[in-house]
């Protein structure tokens, strides 16, 4: 039976407490990868490359007003294997190629953004699996990356993306045996501390990553030492009807099916992953919805997801259906597709975020001692600022009151009933606990990684592991949210 709890409250704490802030929002800067398919082939006289000094589209332009105009720091920049190297399979890096491409890998770095280097031949080479029985070897994509490796070791914005959307593997610890050989390599040329992603089976989806063994395949693959530092689980999904990126529409924000559980795997395994793809229509209103509320769940679980990427701008018109490519010029001034302005932009307004400040109007919380029973959508994201002399250091202080927002814009069916007239609130794990009562409490947030026991006053406890975090609140754990 469910128990619940009303807090109306004014916060008087002196520490500020910022939840969702995820370490990187970016764009994918397309145009070296075009003429690469899903077979691995790649057709290097289609590649449309983002330059204007290569008479291309004016990426770095882009990438410029992305930084400055929307908060990006992170920019993905995909190109064909076959390009690099000029068709030679095992070859050495093309002067011409590589050249052209890094001019595209300067004008990203002279942005102050991470780079992201990607090669787009979705786990082939001309229709051949790497790694397996007449693919490539581990020893020729090793190559590859052992000379990248070399190229950017001394770039520490430079992140290595070892492979775009691998698929159909027969084996997937044979893969994770050639992402390792890549690893190897780039580590062994001297980049040492620079992110590298990891990528999976099934075109690297969220949603089938710990299902299909891509997670555990990977989770073995190490540095040098032995380490897992900076070797993050690359992570692609759309949400059209399919998955495959290539309907206007948006059918779902696929947290339940894909992003919360891999959360929890994630969380419990002590991993991070990058969302490097993903997008909708510019301007439909289902993707404007559904992204939004995508990205407010990664904001609000940004101690496992690094941020995300959308598909794409560079080369793409602005009448591509998933085109996030500015309209305008440096010169005329640029203006966002809406899907950049509303959801991924630094200030995005479709995103939802709950701000509040010491004396704000009351606000409305709900605590149950057993089941959840609401849900929030879009999850809410809090950030709080307060004012008073409650010092950081302290423990734990008794506080009858929590700084709630102006509105509230969630309604509860059936209503809460009962109001906690005075609260604990512990600075170390960030929980509210009740006087009298153990309950789920509503938690502000004072650091990343939740709690594991709660304690009352009176020395009882609440043995539950792992918060899950909704928004900038603490709701209860993950055996309660519903």
Same mark, same amino acid.
């Given at each position: 039976?469910?128990? =619940?709890?009303?807090? %109306? =409250?004014?916060?008087?704490?002196? $520490? *500020?407490?910022a939840v969702g802030d995820v370490q990187f929002r970016g764009v994918n800067i397309a145009g070296f990868d075009f003429g690469c398919t899903i077979d691995g082939t790649c057709i290097t006289s289609s590649v449309y490359a983002p330059l204007a000094r290569l008479q291309g589209p004016d990426g770095a332009g882009q990438m410029l007003h992305f930084t400055s105009n929307d908060g990006m720091n992170i920019f993905r920049l995909p190109v064909g294997w076959q390009y690099l190297v000029n068709g030679v399979l095992g070859g050495t890096l093309d002067q011409? !190629?590589?050249a052209d491409y890094d001019l595209l890998v300067q004008a990203c770095l002279a942005t102050g953004s991470y780079c992201l280097i990607d090669i787009h031949n979705y786990g082939r080479w001309d229709g051949n699996i790497v790694g397996q029985a007449g693919g490539p070897t581990n020893e020729q994509f090793a190559s590859l990356w052992g000379q990248l490796g070399t190229k950017y070791a001394a770039e520490s914005k430079i992140v290595f993306g070892i492979m775009n959307e691998p698929h159909d593997m027969p084996d997937i610890d044979g893969w994770a045996q050639s992402v390792q050989a890549a690893v190897t390599a780039i580590r062994t040329a001297g980049a040492r501390s620079q992110m590298i992603l990891l990528p999976g089976n099934d075109y690297t989806s969220?949603? @089938? $990553?710990?299902?299909? #063994?891509? =997670? =555990?395949?990977? !989770?073995?693959? /190490?540095?040098? *030492?032995? @380490?897992?530092t900076n070797l993050i689980f690359d992570v692609h999904k759309y949400l059209d009807s399919d998955g495959s990126g290539t309907h206007v529409g948006c059918v779902s924000n696929q947290i339940d099916t894909s992003f919360s559980p891999l959360a929890q795997y994630l969380r419990t395994n002590k991993r991070q992953a990058l969302l490097s793809e993903t997008g909708g229509g510019s301007a439909d209103p289902s993707c404007l919805t559904n992204v939004c509320e995508l990205f407010t769940f990664i904001e609000a679980n940004s101690d496992v997801y690094l #941020?995300?990427?959308?598909?794409?701008a560079g080369s793409f018109g602005t009448d591509y259906i998933l085109s996030m490519t500015p309209f305008g010029s440096a010169a005329e001034g640029w203006t966002d597709q809406k899907l950049m302005s509303q959801c991924f932009a630094a200030n995005s307004s479709g995103r939802s975020t709950l701000t509040a400040t010491a004396a704000s109007a009351a606000s409305t919380a709900l605590l149950s001692t057993s089941t959840w029973a609401y849900t929030f959508s879009p999850a809410p %994201?809090?950030?709080? /600022?307060?004012? /008073?002399?409650?010092p950081t250091s302290t423990t734990s202080t008794s506080i009858t009151s929590i700084t709630g927002t102006s509105?509230?814009?969630? /309604?509860?069916?059936?209503a809460p009933t009962s109001v906690l007239s005075s609260l604990?609130?512990?600075? !170390?794990?960030?929980?509210i606990l009740s006087t009298s009562t153990v309950v789920h409490p509503l938690h502000i947030h004072n650091g990343p990684s939740g709690f594991s026991t709660v304690t009352t006053a009176s020395g009882s406890a609440v043995a539950k592991a792992g918060a899950r975090e909704t928004g900038g609140n603490m709701? #209860? *754990? *993950?055996e309660c949210l519903r």
């Open positions: 039976m469910l128990t =619940a709890f009303l807090v %109306v =409250a004014f916060l008087t704490l002196s $520490f *500020d407490v011409k !190629g590589s969220a949603e @089938s $990553f710990v299902s299909g #063994g891509s =997670a =555990a395949a990977l !989770g073995k693959v /190490t540095n040098l *030492d032995g @380490s897992i #941020g995300y990427l959308g598909w794409a %994201v809090l950030s709080m /600022t307060t004012s /008073t002399s409650v509105s509230w814009p969630y /309604t509860f069916s059936p604990f609130v512990d600075l !170390g794990k960030g929980a709701i #209860g *754990d *993950d």
